[in-house]
């Protein structure tokens, strides 16, 4: 995968978290921790698929 996606996926979930602290889901502090956290989940997820095609 083209290491660009990665910038698309981190815009969509800063928005995705922007949309949750306004309607009160989450606090506006709470964003950078949200979007960190499922950035580290997908590169891992990216990691593993990625090593199990190399494999198959």
């Known amino acids: 995968m ?3 996606i990665f ?3 981190r815009h969509l979930l800063t928005i995705a978290a922007g949309a949750l602290a306004s309607k009160g889901v989450i606090e506006t502090g709470q964003t950078d921790i949200v979007v ?3 950035l ?3 590169g891992v997820i990216w990691s593993v698929i ?3 095609k190399g494999r198959g």
């Open 40 to 42: 580290g989940i997908a």
């Open 7 to 9: 910038g698309v996926i």
């Open 36 to 38: 960190g956290s499922l």
């Open 50 to 52: 990625d090593k199990k």
């Open 2 to 4: 083209n290491p660009a």
